[in-house]
């Protein structure tokens, strides 16, 4: 079975500073990985997917993730923290290979930048 | 191109009642899931809907239904409705062939007293 757990359900940055929110996967098959951000009482964004091309996937916004398999993990990073970055973040695995997969969630982690 | 619009915005509903929510899926997308997201927590998955049939289901009870319908529009219905069904409910739609992703909606924030 699938599962993700994200490292700290907090994590507060100084604006400028380095973002990195950390999630590890769990996974019977080969998997796709992707990270959402959700900013308050909205849906959620795809930030960025992992679907088994390039291992160093770059997304949205200037953030970034790398798929280390030996690790299970698929952190995600961006260079340089704006304060328009506050907001929740979800790592999900895919149930299944293919596009009719469905999502399984981390907790998720919030995202505070200081000014 | 139009996204995903999830109608109503906001509910109110007493235990043991049933409720209807709504999903338009973004245009040209034939398939649609729906989540659940209690407070605080990541989203779940409830069930997925392909040519109006129901095509995968995650771990809930059965008095959670839906429908897809013929312009790939989605309900979820909730029957008897529970104190814990208190959550943000989240629908997103996907093509069922091609590059893998999904668009959420806003969701739908229901509260049950």
């Known amino acids: 079975a699938q599962s993700v757990t994200q490292l700290g359900s907090h994590v507060s940055v100084s604006e400028g500073a380095l973002v990195l929110l950390r999630c590890n996967y769990s996974?019977?098959?080969?998997?796709?990985l992707f990270w959402y951000v959700q900013y308050p009482n909205q849906g959620l964004q795809l930030l960025l997917k992992y679907t088994s091309a390039a291992t160093l996937v770059k997304g949205i916004n200037g953030f970034e993730a790398e798929f280390k398999k030996s690790e299970t993990s698929f952190h995600l990073t961006k260079p340089s923290a704006h304060m328009s970055d506050a907001a929740e973040y979800f790592c999900?695995?895919?149930?299944?290979?293919?596009?009719?997969?469905?999502?399984?969630f981390g907790k998720g982690t919030k995202l505070s930048v200081k000014p | 191109e139009t996204g995903v619009t999830q109608s109503p915005t906001h509910l109110i509903k007493t235990r043991g009642q049933q409720v209807t929510l709504r999903c338009s899926s973004q245009s040209g997308h034939n398939t649609v899931s729906w989540y659940q997201q209690a407070l605080g927590q990541g989203p779940q998955f409830i069930f997925q809907?392909?040519?109006?049939?129901?095509?995968g289901r995650g771990n809930f009870p059965p008095r959670f239904s839906g429908l897809q319908f013929p312009n790939y529009s989605s309900e979820l219905n909730v029957n008897a409705l529970e104190l814990d069904d208190s959550a943000l409910y989240l629908c997103a739609s996907s093509l069922a062939q091609g590059s893998y992703g999904y668009t959420f909606g806003s969701g739908t924030r229901l509260t049950v007293v």
């Open positions: 809907y392909y040519r109006e049939e129901e095509n």
């Open positions: 999900a695995v895919s149930d299944r290979r293919g596009s009719q997969g469905n999502l399984i």
């Open positions: 996974s019977s098959v080969p998997p796709y």
